[in-house]
């Protein structure tokens, strides 16, 4: 869907603003355009008329309104995760070039998938002594190796505190490491306490903040 699309959609809902999108409140969308874009819902089956949502439409407001009333975020990747319950979730997918889209997904395996996807999470280096340190996030790129192989990047947040954990888990010269944004604390961590730290922010009962 392109924004205008679901700001028509959110207006239905309570018109509030919804969580990683722009604020619906700074953009002006004219008459006309509004008219253009409930011509393209119906077409696209998710409005019957210019008033009245379809069965199709009616689920993706479904959606919409429980992303917005989660009890979390988590983002990473470009995606953010509405937690609505513990296995339960609403993925918002998307950029600004139009192709949002919220899908309802059950998030029990979540953080396997990010193994997956990831598999520097899942090399098994010696832990031994942890290291830690004070550090600039701007520091990191300098005197570490990270790229987009060997590196994640994820935040928390919620709808009343903004974002509360800010997150990047790296491999580099065969140590894995969890650095926090907002202490500025760089650390060494293992494979076993990335997976655990990952469920906790990926739980809705999980802390925030460590």
Same mark, same amino acid.
């Given at each position: 869907?392109?924004?205008?699309?679901?700001?028509?959609?959110?207006?239905?809902?309570?018109?509030?603003?919804?969580?990683?999108?722009?604020?619906?409140?700074?953009?002006?969308?004219?008459?006309?355009?509004?008219?253009?874009?409930?011509?393209?819902?119906?077409?696209?089956?998710?409005?019957?008329?210019?008033?009245?949502?379809?069965?199709? *439409?009616?689920?993706?407001?479904?959606? @919409?309104?429980?992303?917005? $009333? +989660?009890? !979390? /975020?988590?983002?990473? =990747? #470009?995606?953010?995760?509405?937690?609505?319950?513990?296995?339960?979730?609403?993925?918002?997918?998307?950029?600004?070039?139009?192709?949002?889209?919220?899908?309802?997904?059950?998030?029990?395996?979540?953080?396997?998938?990010?193994?997956?996807?990831?598999?520097?999470?899942?090399?098994?280096?010696?832990? *031994?002594?942890?290291?830690?340190?004070? @550090?600039?996030?701007?520091? $990191? +790129?300098? !005197? /570490?190796?990270?790229? =987009? #192989?060997?590196?994640?990047?994820?935040?928390?947040?919620?709808?009343?505190?903004?974002?509360?954990?800010?997150?990047?888990?790296?491999?580099?010269?065969?140590?894995?490491?969890?650095?926090?944004?907002?202490?500025?604390?760089?650390?060494?961590?293992?494979?076993?306490?990335?997976?655990?730290?990952?469920?906790?922010?990926?739980?809705?009962?999980?802390?925030?903040?460590?």
């Amino acid at each position: 869907m392109k924004l205008i699309e679901i700001f028509i959609l959110n207006r239905a809902l309570d018109g509030e603003d919804i969580f990683s999108l722009p604020s619906f409140s700074t953009i002006y969308i004219s008459d006309m355009l509004i008219s253009d874009a409930k011509d393209e819902l119906v077409e696209k089956g998710i409005l019957s008329d210019h008033d009245s949502f379809t069965d199709e *439409g009616a689920r993706l407001a479904k959606r @919409m309104s429980d992303f917005k $009333l +989660a009890k !979390k /975020y988590v983002q990473f =990747e #470009g995606a953010t995760f509405g937690i609505i319950e513990n296995n339960i979730g609403v993925l918002l997918s998307g950029s600004g070039l139009g192709d949002y889209d919220f899908m309802a997904i059950d998030i029990s395996n979540s953080v396997s998938q990010m193994f997956e996807l990831f598999p520097f999470l899942k090399q098994d280096y010696e832990s *031994g002594e942890v290291e830690e340190m004070e @550090m600039e996030f701007e520091d $990191l +790129a300098i !005197k /570490y190796d990270i790229a =987009e #192989g060997n590196s994640l990047r994820i935040k928390t947040a919620d709808n009343s505190q903004g974002y509360i954990t800010d997150e990047v888990f790296f491999e580099s010269g065969a140590k894995l490491y969890l650095y926090d944004s907002n202490a500025k604390m760089l650390k060494t961590i293992d494979s076993t306490g990335i997976r655990l730290l990952l469920e906790e922010r990926m739980a809705a009962d999980g802390r925030g903040v460590n």
